[in-house]
Each structure stands twice: as C-alpha cells, then as structure tokens.
C-alpha cells in the first residue's frame, strides 16, 4: 500500500481576548490532532502589547510546528466597528508572524465561514459550540469524553475540519432534513 505524504494545516480562531490554534496533520485522507489550544491576553494590557503578545505566541507555534503546508481561518464579520478593530489586529498579529516564516494568508479560498463549520462539523447551521466541539471529536476520532482547553481550540480544529470537508476529503456531519416531499402537511 502506498502511503501519501503527510499535509500539516493550521487552523485558526483568531481574537483579541484568547486566539485559538490547532494543528492537524492529514496523513492517508485520515486527520491527526497534533495540537491545539489558545493563547490568553491580558485585558488590562495596551491593545499594543497584547497584538504583540500575539504575534510572539505565533511565532513560537510555528517555530515548533512547522512545515505547516496550508492554513485556514475563521472569517470574522462584526457589525460593531470596534469589535471587528480589534479582531482584525489580531489577524494582522497572526500574519506578521506568520510572514516571518514566509507563510502568506490573504487567501480567501483558506477562510471558513461560521456558518459553513457549524452546518459541516456542528451537523446543523444553528449549531452550538458543544455540538461543533462534539463534531470535532467524531472527525478527529478523539474520545467522546476528550476535553479541549477551550471553545477556541474546538473551533479552531473545526475550520480546519471544515475546509477538508469542502475540499471533499472528509465526509460532512451535516444532518440532512427531511425533504419538503416527505414533509408532512396539515389537512384543514
């Protein structure tokens, strides 16, 4: 049997207040968790110090971690301007420290949307973080009883999750809904 190369993806979750990572390794289509986690910063910190605590946190994640062959995002949509400020310094955080290792992220086709992760790995398009986290244990084969540091990690592992599944590698959680023929209706 001959066996494929192993591809190493980054997922992210990123945020100001606690940005989560996973690493997973897809070897024979089968992923791998490799590690996954968040970073804490301190509220009471400058927004500056804590974007380049950020950045160090990366930094070192792929020092360790790499080759790191694609990465994937989370996409982030704010509607209130100060929120969608400060998550996008943590992007640009990330990416600082990411292009140090010569790894580029302005691609759109390596974001996921909320919506798409929690229909693909949560099984329905409303789902809540436990039943993504419980998504992520399925894929992953990970024990049902296997707790991860934080719903930042799970949902990082889900975007990561969640582009394989688009890319047709791994089958989707999704729960299909009954077809509106098989819909029963109500006679008056």
């Known amino acids: 049997m001959n066996s494929q190369p192993s591809v190493r993806y980054l997922g992210l979750d990123l945020s100001l207040g606690s940005p989560g990572y996973a690493v997973i390794d897809l070897i024979d289509n089968i992923p791998h968790l490799v590690t996954a986690g968040n970073f804490k910063t301190k509220p009471k910190h400058s927004l500056a110090l804590r974007y380049a605590d950020i950045e160090d946190q990366f930094t070192s994640l792929v020092d360790t971690y790499k080759p790191i062959h694609e990465i994937v995002r989370e996409q982030f949509v704010s509607r209130i301007p100060d929120t969608q400020r400060r998550v996008f310094g943590a992007w640009?955080?990330?990416?600082?420290?990411?292009?140090?290792?010569?790894?580029?992220?302005?691609?759109?086709?390596?974001?996921?949307?909320?919506?798409k992760l929690k229909s693909k790995v949560g099984g329905h398009g409303k789902a809540?973080?436990?039943?993504?986290?419980?998504?992520?244990?399925?894929?992953?084969?990970?024990?049902?009883?296997?707790?991860?540091?934080?719903?930042?990690?799970?949902?990082?592992?889900?975007?990561?999750?969640?582009?394989?599944i688009e890319k047709g590698v791994l089958p989707s959680c999704q729960t299909s809904s009954p077809s509106r023929s098989s819909r029963r209706v109500r006679s008056k």
């Open 92 to 115: 640009a955080s990330a990416d600082r420290a990411l292009g140090r290792h010569g790894y580029i992220t302005e691609k759109q086709e390596h974001e996921v949307s909320p919506s």
């Open 128 to 164: 809540e973080k436990d039943e993504v986290a419980a998504g992520v244990r399925r894929l992953l084969r990970l024990p049902d009883d296997y707790l991860f540091s934080s719903s930042d990690a799970s949902d990082a592992c889900a975007v990561v999750l969640t582009h394989l």
